[in-house]
């Protein structure tokens, strides 16, 4: 009874007998193709295509070449190291962080030993970055300059006398031989100079930028100021923003900030005035007073 069941379904006619017959034709037909047929040939790359690949072994020269790129490293001055720039010459935050701490009690590493005794570098990362510490020039010629003050008799060399010069008449040569002192802070020392008109205090050499503790008591040892130079002095009650501006102790901000003040308190008069104007250094308020015209 199953068998003829089953049999049953397998009972075709004539025309589903011939269908049946194709549609195997046909599977075996295409299998024949696609074994034996090499489609590849048909294929056909469109110009921008080819022109990739032609380009391709250029292509991964260069990515090669980029793995092996090593950035180059410019001298730098290790007491102006960020955290990024740490970070990037293999430092550990630890290390960074003991370097900044140390510049926060307004001291500087003077060679590559002092820097290691600071921040604690093992000495492969020390021999790696060490090649490109570019320190000040007064403390590379640190050795010159000892060299030159040996004395052969130590009595001598107590009784040299200072020869005390004032400061508004000093030229680089003068500057130069105050230890601490190279070529370029002796530049900025006269271009401040030039731009005041002249110094009326010893106590502006702090506004300076690079010039160390022990330098300022090197200056204050071999120079002072005898008199008072002729200034061209700033008519603060008249001058135009632009004009308070090109005032060296004048930026733009208290330039605008002094204008403002005129306008609403009418004319400055004198010191104490300067002092309520908002941004004015409070300090400094009676140095940039003799620069004025009240």
């Known amino acids: 009874m199953i068998f003829k069941t089953v049999k049953s379904f397998f009972k075709f006619s004539k025309e589903q007998r ?12 295409l299998q024949l193709v696609y074994f034996f047929v090499d489609f590849s040939s048909f294929s056909k790359n469109s110009p921008e295509k080819e022109k990739w690949l032609s380009l391709q072994s250029q292509i991964d020269s260069l990515k090669l070449a980029k793995l092996d790129y090593v950035p180059k490293i410019y001298p730098f001055n ?13 430092m550990s935050v630890a290390q960074i962080d003991r ?4 510049r926060k009690q307004n001291k500087y590493v003077n060679s590559p030993k002092e820097f290691q005794d600071v921040t604690q570098v093992s000495d492969s990362l020390l021999n790696a970055i060490s090649p490109n510490f570019k320190f000040p020039d007064w403390v590379n010629n640190k050795k010159e300059f000892k060299d030159y003050k040996k004395y052969p008799n130590t009595e001598f060399a107590k009784k040299e006398k200072i020869v005390i010069i004032d400061i ?14 190279g070529e370029a802070i ?11 008109g002249g110094f009326v205090s010893m106590e502006q050499m702090k ?3 690079g010039l160390s ?3 300022l008591d090197n200056l204050n040892s071999h120079f002072k ?3 008072l130079p002729k200034l061209k002095k700033i008519d603060i009650n008249n001058a135009s923003i632009k004009e308070l501006s090109e005032f060296p102790y004048f930026k733009y901000p208290i330039s605008k900030n002094i204008v403002t003040f005129r306008s609403m308190n009418g004319n400055i008069k004198n010191s104490e005035d300067l002092t309520k104007i908002k941004g004015m250094s409070i300090d400094k308020a009676n140095i940039i007073a003799l620069y004025l015209d009240f």
């Open 207 to 209: 506004d300076i930028w």
């Open 225 to 227: 100021v005898s008199a």
């Open 99 to 102: 370097l900044l701490a140390f």
């Open 186 to 196: 002796s530049l900025r020392i006269l271009k401040f100079k030039d731009n005041l």
């Open 18 to 29: 011939t269908g049946v017959f194709l549609l195997f034709s046909i599977i075996i037909v």
């Open 168 to 181: 508004n008449q000093a030229t680089q040569e003068d500057l130069i031989k105050i230890y601490g002192i």
């Open 78 to 90: 290790p007491n102006f190291i960020t955290d990024y720039k740490g970070y990037k010459l293999g």
């Open 213 to 215: 503790p022990e330098v």
